[in-house]
């Protein structure tokens, strides 16, 4: 059963408008929530990251959002460059279970300049 | 270097080969962690270190699959007789501490078995 999931496998999106990607998870004891970045033939790159104690949390062109009554997590990227092109992941974690992350299975965003 | 290391950065298996893939984590990072991913997919758990210390496995396939961090440091995760089903990219990441924070992951061995 998977416990994270990315509902949509690729986005593309003009330069300079706003990318969503959304995460959703089904265990309410996830208490840690992360965004990863992927390129080609390397590792993934931590983004962003918020505790489940807050709903929002912001960092530069990037802000991710906190559903917790939904499940539900989103990333918003604005605006979006192209540099931005890359698989991103969502990664869940239960703090007191040390730094365990759980995935999901990856949005693909391609920004057209 | 101030990453994740990880080699070799490509590997070539025939079938019922063992395999050993090596992990240099970033100095003084605590925790250590194994991660499996295959083609179109996320990274899924294998195992954990804190230190020398195994603190997980739940994520070994199966008894194949062997991971050791001796002296707290480098790790090496070993796959004896490897199957095609083994094929995937192995990630190996270190953090900090034990708490809540981002792991830093290296780039990956990728491993094909024929």
């Known amino acids: 059963d998977q416990q994270v999931k990315q509902n949509s496998p690729s986005l593309s999106v003009q330069e300079g408008r706003i990318s969503i990607l959304n995460c959703d998870y089904t265990?309410?004891?996830?208490?840690?929530f992360l965004w990863y970045k992927k390129y080609p033939a390397e590792g993934p790159t931590f983004l962003i990251s918020i505790s489940s104690i807050k709903d929002k949390n912001e960092d530069g062109r990037f802000t991710v959002f906190l559903n917790k009554s939904a499940k539900h997590l989103s990333l918003h990227i604005v605006p979006s460059q192209p540099g931005d092109s890359a698989v991103y992941f969502c990664?869940?974690?239960?703090?007191?279970?040390?730094?365990?992350?759980?995935f999901g299975g990856g949005t693909r965003v391609l920004v057209k300049p | 270097g101030a990453g994740v290391s990880q080699s070799p950065r490509y590997k070539v298996a025939k079938r019922g080969q063992d395999v050993a893939l090596r992990c240099d984590p970033i100095?003084?990072?605590?925790?250590l962690f194994w991660y499996q991913q295959a083609l179109g997919q996320g990274p899924e758990f294998l195992t954990y270190?804190?230190?020398?210390?195994?603190?997980?496995k739940s994520g070994l396939p199966s008894d194949r699959f062997f991971a050791e961090r001796p002296e707290g440091s480098v790790s090496t995760l070993k796959i004896q007789r490897t199957q095609q089903e083994d094929s995937a990219v192995y990630l190996c990441?270190?953090?900090?501490?034990?708490?809540?924070?981002?792991?830093?992951f290296g780039n990956g061995t990728r491993l094909t078995v024929t």
């Open positions: 100095s003084g990072h605590v925790s």
């Open positions: 265990n309410s004891m996830f208490d840690y």
């Open positions: 990441a270190s953090s900090l501490s034990q708490g809540p924070s981002p792991l830093h």
């Open positions: 270190f804190q230190n020398e210390a195994q603190l997980d």
């Open positions: 990664a869940v974690m239960i703090k007191a279970a040390g730094n365990k992350l759980t």
